[in-house]
């Protein structure tokens, strides 16, 4: 059952879903003085929720020493955090104001299943 599908259109009355893109890692390239430069593929276009962060998420974010301004979005769609078995940076999410959130971690992901995945986005700009 696609819990998410029941409560959407309740959080949305209160939190609606914006606009945005993202655009997903696709490796990096690695120049001749040994400099790594990300690739991501074209960004696509996806609805967002942006919402803050749980008490066990940020522990479990103080755990990783992961700094800076971090949120949670949830994505209709999904994303994929750093991975460097797979030699993956982290998919770039860009909110309709411009905001810039590199997927650092992926807490849930039931984007197979029921279409949305929610991951923690730290802020880049």
């Not at 949830?74 to 991975?83: I, S």
């Not at 940076?89 to 197979?112: H, P």
């Amino acid at each position: 059952m696609n819990l998410h599908s029941v409560v959407s259109g309740a959080i949305n009355a209160i939190n609606p879903a914006i606009n945005g893109t993202i655009a997903r890692s696709a490796g990096y390239s690695i120049a001749g003085d040994g400099t790594q430069t990300p690739i991501y593929v074209a960004p696509e276009a996806i609805k967002i929720q942006l919402q803050a962060l749980q008490l066990n998420e940020l522990k479990q974010l103080d755990g990783l020493n992961i700094q800076g301004d971090k949120s949670g979005l949830y994505l209709f769609g999904n994303a994929q955090g750093v991975n460097r078995p797979d030699g993956l940076g982290g998919d770039l999410v860009t909110l309709e104001n411009g905001s810039i959130y590199l997927v650092t971690l992926v807490l849930e992901n039931w984007s197979a299943v029921d279409g949305w995945c929610k991951v923690v986005g730290t802020r880049q700009n």
